[in-house]
């Protein structure tokens, strides 16, 4: 299992949210540069960043930022946030970025996914994020009212390799992740998937390894110091 340390920009500065809730954002860190290449000298190998304000409105405003972290820290990343269209997912890629993240796009517009999916393989990754067991959208604020394993089960069938999935009500939230509805998508899709939200501890490192999980993304506990980096990576392994 890999560990993806996450980074989240809001205004070109790094920060977390609560259950996604914007209101709540708080700066963690002073610089986004410096925070990757401490996560690569921890031993990630890839970067999950998020764009919040593009997931929001679209907007690419936090794009030199991306582009510092891949040339000044050298870091593999995944990004996240905004990414709508065919011509989006060539500006991330064109960026240097090693992964796009779809989200809300992916269920207002399943083709889009499958294009995308026909054009770069295992470079797009869905990113399902759930309340209540339906994905929401918008940056986590609409209820598409789809359940989350009918949807994953339909991005499969596109030919998604990679599937992300948050449980909102554990995101940012240092509570653990939802364990019971990972196995639950383990046993439904045959993807990579890669968990969300609320991995606080060595502890949930291990429970997401035993039940197949093949990435996990760690947020606000390595901010907070509850999870020391380097050692989930080596727990991971």
């Known amino acids: 299992m890999r560990i993806l340390p996450a980074i989240d920009l ?4 790094c920060v977390r949210l609560q259950k996604g809730d ?10 986004a540069v410096e925070t990757a290449r401490s996560f690569l000298a921890a031993g990630a190998s890839l970067i999950h960043m998020v764009d ?7 907007s690419q405003r936090n794009y030199d930022v991306v582009r510092r972290v891949l040339r000044d820290a050298g870091a593999a990343v995944e990004l996240g946030g905004g990414i709508r269209t065919m011509e989006d997912v060539d500006v991330v890629l064109a ?15 399943p083709p889009f996914v499958r294009e995308a999916v026909r054009k770069y393989g295992d470079k797009i990754a869905v ?16 209820d598409s009212g789809v359940d989350y394993i009918s949807f994953a089960k339909r991005m499969e069938q596109y030919g998604v390799q990679t599937i992300i999935f948050t449980d909102i009500e554990k995101d940012g939230m240092l509570e653990g992740p939802s364990f019971d509805q990972l196995a639950a998508l383990r046993q439904a899709v045959s993807c990579g998937i890669v968990a969300s939200g609320g991995v606080s501890t060595i502890e949930d ?8 999980i093949d990435e996990a993304i760690a947020g606000k506990a390595v901010y907070a110091g509850t999870l020391d980096l380097a050692a989930a990576i080596a727990a991971a392994k």
């Open 10 to 13: 809001k205004n070109g500065q």
């Open 22 to 31: 914007y209101d709540t954002a708080h700066k963690v860190a002073e610089d």
């Open 52 to 58: 919040l304000d593009g997931a929001k409105d679209g």
């Open 95 to 109: 960026l240097g970025v090693s992964r796009v993240v779809i989200g809300s796009a992916a269920i207002k517009n």
């Open 127 to 142: 990113g399902i994020d759930a309340r209540g067991g339906t994905v929401r959208t918008e940056g986590w604020v609409r």
């Open 205 to 212: 490192i291990k429970k997401l390894k035993a039940l197949g």
